[in-house]
């Protein structure tokens, strides 16, 4: 939704990106299992963006890191002009609270940052989508 508010032009990139945290996920479940979900669901978020968007070019990719780091390095490098931040996991008084790799990103982003608010059925949707225009060339 916040996307089409943005009236985004056939030039527009979207990059789907999620970390994943080995901490957590290892003690979550094993790590291949982990990385298999988060294959998928960056997948299914790429299809519904460009299902909804198809002049959008959408990418999507995941590692296995800090996504307080992640998050930052991929924007950077990407030259990404827009990160939009969604909750993940995050239910009941939780997502009231500004998570810490928000809290992170925040300060630390080369680009905007738009943090989303949680929806009721929003449970696990990725970390973050860049949005960039193509740089022209200089």
């Not at 979550?28 to 978020?45: D, F, G, K, N, Y």
């Amino acid at each position: 939704e916040f996307i089409d508010k943005l009236h985004p032009g056939k030039n527009v990139q979207v990059r789907v990106f999620h970390a994943i945290e080995l901490d957590e996920a290892i003690a979550a479940s094993p790590i291949e299992e982990c990385r298999q979900e988060a294959a998928a669901l960056v997948e299914s978020t790429c299809k519904r963006l460009r299902k909804r968007f198809p002049k959008l070019k959408v990418q999507g990719c995941f590692m296995e890191g800090s996504a307080k780091e992640a998050i930052v390095e991929e924007a950077t490098s990407w030259g990404a002009d827009l990160i939009l931040m969604g909750p993940y996991g995050k239910l009941g008084a939780d997502k009231l609270l500004l998570g810490s790799v928000a809290q992170s990103v925040l300060p630390n982003s080369p680009c905007s940052v738009v943090l989303l608010r949680a929806q009721k059925t929003m449970h696990n949707a990725p970390s973050t989508a860049a949005y960039a225009q193509p740089r022209a060339n200089n």
